[in-house]
T-cell receptor, first 115, second 110 residues
Framework: DGGITQSPKYLFRKEGQNVTLSCEQN?????MYWYRQDPGQGLRLIYY???????QKGDIAEGYSVSREKKESFPLTVTSAQKNPTAFYLC??????????????FGDGTRLSIL | GQQLNQSPQSMFIQEGEDVSMNCTSS?????WLWYKQDPGEGPVLLIA?????ELTSNGRLTAQFGITRKDSFLNISASIPSDVGIYFC??????????FGKGTRLSVIA
């Protein structure tokens, strides 16, 4: 089945701890994105990557880090520097290049909570 | 970062009624997308629009790309209980990341 897989579905973090959220896609998409969603809010862009080994900061990158070593994978690390990490995190991907302007699709999200 | 102005923020409607929501932007976009999100899940793409003036339907849903390229609307006809959820608009200029509205929360009363 083609799609975007986020894991785990629920994640708990202790104070001062780094945690990594996984995002894998088998759609052969070049671009991948991470968003944060807070209750009653829209989606805010954390980081995005348009190609392997390259990524850009979004609107709220502070306290987060990413890597893009493989086309299929775009893990997000929530570091201890992120003081308010409790949120719903969404990963998305999009085809680009010769296929032109393709729509963006989302995974099912990871809910991160602080213990 | 930039956000779209999406309205209304919430709606309570009777089953069978039609629904209309819209988004406006201060910038010109070349893509408008509409998503629906159910609780605890990721947004699902409903309709994608790529040309000014384009009107596209997906079942009971119809969306239009405004001719000024700064707005879009989504209509849902004859609403049913499973239409409940949060609807998001999103727009893009060029190859930049999508900008999202804050969502319209739809409640359907049977």
């Amino acid at each position: 089945d083609g799609g975007i897989t986020q894991s785990p579905k629920y994640l708990f973090r202790k104070e001062g701890q780094n945690v990594t959220l996984s995002c894998e896609q088998n759609l052969n998409h070049d671009a991948m994105y991470w968003y944060r969603q807070d209750p009653g809010q829209g989606l805010r862009l954390i980081y995005y990557s348009q190609i392997v080994n390259d990524f850009q900061k979004g609107d709220i990158a502070e306290g987060y880090s990413v890597s893009r070593e493989k086309k299929e994978s775009f893990p997000l690390t929530v570091t201890s520097a992120q003081k308010n990490p409790t949120a719903f995190y969404l990963c998305a991907s999009r085809g680009t290049g010769i296929r032109g302007n393709q729509p963006q699709h989302f995974g099912d999200g990871t809910r991160l909570s602080i213990l | 970062g930039q956000q779209l102005n999406q309205s209304p923020q919430s709606m309570f409607i009777q089953e069978g009624e039609d629904v209309s929501m819209n988004c406006t932007s201060s910038s010109i976009f070349n893509t408008w997308l509409w998503y629906k999100q159910d609780p605890g899940e990721g947004p699902v793409l409903l309709i994608a629009l790529y040309k000014a003036g384009e009107l596209t339907s997906n079942g009971r849903l119809t969306a239009q790309f405004g001719i000024t390229r700064k707005d879009s609307f989504l209509n849902i006809s004859a609403s049913i209980p499973s239409d409940v959820g949060i609807y998001f608009c999103a727009g893009r200029a060029g190859n930049t990341p999508l900008v999202f509205g804050k969502g319209t929360r739809l409640s359907v009363i049977a």
